[in-house]
């Protein structure tokens, strides 16, 4: 017999226990700390200091909050958008009345990728959803309930406390924590590559501030006093400064201008090491450093090939998160029935013939209804005489009718596409 050595499952898990506490409070929330480089790495230092981490951070946010977020109504493996009912106009336009969608999305995204968790207050009357309110989490704390151990959030506005249950609440993760309900921000658990970004940004700053180097030398043969050599210094200035950057400088016959290079190594050792930098904090958040302003460029790389690559690696995860925690607690026990998706297609749009060309590819193959395609593109669907050909579907035999191959009647009028080859063929017979 072939024993699997299998251990005794942790009956404390927290995840299967509910009275045990979740991670998340005020005290820990932004996990303050000072890292190995001396620097206290929280949302607010990494926005204020690290140039890559914010650029990364607002790309992201503001890529997923232009995007429209859509409500459909699934009926098998297809799909219709709900443009009249009352969420589908919450999530694509006005969630309450004091924001609109895109403000909403981006500072939630911000707050899932700075503090590791986002939260959307659902307020009701009735059954019916009335608006998606935005809540820092900041002002949040996840705990649960002694006697239920149901998970409920705490909000706190100054002197106003208020207790929610998780119905009320749309909870969006980052990375996941040991608890299984809340999550980690990268700033958590990367903060040593965070620190070493903020370092080296202060210390540049600090050594062009301080590292006074001239950019060139006045000399003479003459002895000058004092008073002298601070008179043609700030004559000097007051030619060459400024709004005088261009003019022409007419010196005394004893004196001569000899122009300095300040260029040396360690100003470029400070140039390849900020680089290093901003492609370590790129690889967080997924982005690629090219689109961020870095001087890093691949060979044969396109804008199109680095908007796919952004928008599989650092915004469908995040994007997805959100559809979930959406479609949970706007439509409990009926997911089955309703979707939340976003549409990405306008960030495919970037490359405009590579995109005519993927709609021709997939047409061609039989894989999407005119339609379909018409959908993508923002059109209308064809109505009268034309609609019988907004739902039709090619086969890739000559982009004949799919009809004609499975035997059903076609209309006469409408000829199947052949060749000049077929054609003779045709007629010799």
Known sequence: MISLNLQTPNRSEQRSNPTAPLSVGWH???????????????PHSVMQSSSSAAACVR???SSIASLPLLLYAKNGNSKTQLFNDSTYKLLRYEPNPESDIQTLLTSLVQDVLLRGNGYLEITRTGTRITG???VSAENVRVFRDGKTGDIQYEINLGSNRRVLPASSVVHVTGQPSRDGVTGLSVLQTSKDIFAQSIALTRHTNLYFKNVSQPTGILSTTDKLKPEDR???RDNWHKLTGGGSKFTTAVLDSTLTYTPLDITNNLDSDLVKSQEWSRQAVCSLF????????SEARTS???QSSLTISMLEYALKPIMRKIETALLRRLFPNQMGKYAIEFNFMDLLRSDP??????????????????????TLCDLNSLEGDEAEIDNMI??????????VLIGKPVDPKIAPVGNGDNEGQQNDE
């Open 353 to 374: 013939a590579t995109f005519m060309q993927g709609l021709s590819v997939i047409r061609a193959a039989g894989i999407y209804k005119t339609s379909e395609l018409r």
């Open 59 to 61: 790309l992201i946010s």
């Open 300 to 302: 044969g790389e396109t």
């Open 132 to 134: 998606l309110w935005y």
């Open 286 to 293: 997924g982005v690629p450093p090219s689109l961020i302003a």
């Open 28 to 42: 820990n929330l932004f996990d303050h700390g000072y890292s190995d480089a001396g620097v206290d790495v929280n």
């Open 394 to 403: 090619l086969a890739p035999v000559n982009l004949c009718d799919s009809r």
């Open 230 to 232: 601070s008179m043609i």
